[in-house]
């Protein structure tokens, strides 16, 4: 084999490796895009939008059930993503600290429904995706029955 066909077949597998690596890598960052990670700067304004539901996990890195609930809460929120008006958050409190003490958080993970800045809902059911889907979607129709009979 000559020295040229040689040197073509080793970076064909460097070019393929990073095709493969910019491909994971835009499908991890998109992965994630439907959880709206909710920070101390952003939690107050976020979900005091108008018309809009937010269910949010609040968790730390360290809790083991965090950690077994897995990639479930990233699941809902793909599921999730063709609802305008519900969006799917987390706020990691170990990091943003006042955000829960703010909002009476002392096991993790918690779940919570606001709707306008307010809580409305607690989740305490079945952690599979399906019955957290049910849940808020339950939560934003209620929260619509109130608004139009307010209206």
């Known amino acids: 084999m000559d020295p040229v066909t040689t040197r073509r077949r080793r970076r064909l597998p460097i070019h393929l490796l990073v095709v493969v690596l910019t491909v994971l890598l835009a499908l991890s960052v998109r992965s994630g895009a439907e959880v709206i990670t909710l920070t101390e700067e952003t939690f107050s304004d976020k979900i005091k939008e108008k018309d809009t539901v937010w269910f949010v996990q609040f968790c730390v890195p360290w809790c083991k059930h965090c950690k077994n609930l897995g990639t479930r809460w990233e699941d809902l929120g793909k599921v999730m993503e063709g609802e ?45 995706v399906e019955s957290l889907k049910n849940f808020v979607l339950n939560e934003a129709d209620k929260a619509n029955e109130v608004k139009l009979q307010a209206d």
Request: include cysteine; proline fraction near 7%; charged fraction near 30%.
């Open 84 to 128: 305008d008006a519900i969006e799917v958050g987390q706020v990691d409190c170990g990091v943003s600290k006042p955000v829960c003490s703010k909002v009476d958080i002392h096991s993790y993970p918690t779940f919570k429904v606001f709707y306008e800045g307010e809580e409305v809902a607690k989740y305490k059911g079945p952690r599979d």
